[in-house]
């Protein structure tokens, strides 16, 4: 079997309520979906995240992969994954390059999988657990009315809330809103987008202890794995790693400094299926746990 053919389609398809963020607002999501068509007529399909990448952008890299597509053994997915990360000139660019290709190695081991006629996870490996536990997104709202959704959410049986961070004085209220709604047992998770300086973030989350924010997620910049460090060393809350994360060599980087207690995965931006189960070996090996993005 060889891959015959490659074709893209932008799509973007509104959110029913805009979410907020550090960094402003979203009205929905634009993905870069992909076809890979085989001689034998099977087709693979992918998705490539665009979020603050331009959509034509992510576009023109996936089809200029299509020289180094054509001709090859979809189930290599390891050789074409090398091919495009060398020959293709991303070696330096990888965290365009992983959200932009993510969605070309899901579209090989969809070939993969339709092939063998397995589901892919038993091709990875196989399953160890029979159920996986996911958190309930709260969007950005008046204290009252997020602490209101997060009761209704620990209702419908979750037991984890995730927030994502705007300002220090909305988030403070929030929190409170939240634990003295849904009490002491759920897990609260906020995610900062490394927004925070380190001592901030430190005098922040002891401030906030009597409310318990279980996951502080990436706190402070990527790059400070000192800063991120002296974080984790310093609050009761775990710190979980995300955008420091998204590459192998940053992964290790990260279980080297003690700068986290949890690896974050997450295909869309770790180039593909294959590279999440590698990160999640690194954490292994550290004795950390991973949550999937």
Known sequence: MKIADLKTTILSVPFSKP???PYGRWEGMTVVVIELETDEGITGLGESVCLQ???????????????????????????IGKRIEGLGGWTFGRHFAGFALGGIDMALWDIVGKACNQPVYKLLGG???????????IHHD?????????????GQGYRTIYCKYTTIEHLEKA?????????SEPKLWVDFNATLSPGFAVTFLKKMEKFRIDIAEQPVLPSNLDGMAYVRNAVSSQILAHESSWTLSETLNVIAR?????????????????????????????GMPVLMH
């Open 19 to 21: 979410t907020y963020w």
């Open 53 to 79: 990448n331009s959509a034509e952008a992510v576009n023109t890299l996936i089809t200029n992969t299509k020289p180094l597509l054509i001709g090859q053994d979809p189930f290599d997915t390891e050789r």
């Open 127 to 137: 399953k160890i657990r029979d159920k996986a536990e996911g958190f309930k997104y």
């Open 142 to 154: 008046k204290p009252e009315v997020m602490a209101a959704d997060a009761h209704a959410a620990v």
């Open 175 to 183: 929190i409170q809103a939240m634990r003295e709604t849904i009490g």
């Open 258 to 286: 003690g700068a986290a207690d949890i690896i974050s995965v997450d295909p869309r931006m770790t180039w593909g299926l294959m590279a999440c189960k590698k990160t999640a070996a690194l954490a292994e090996a550290a």
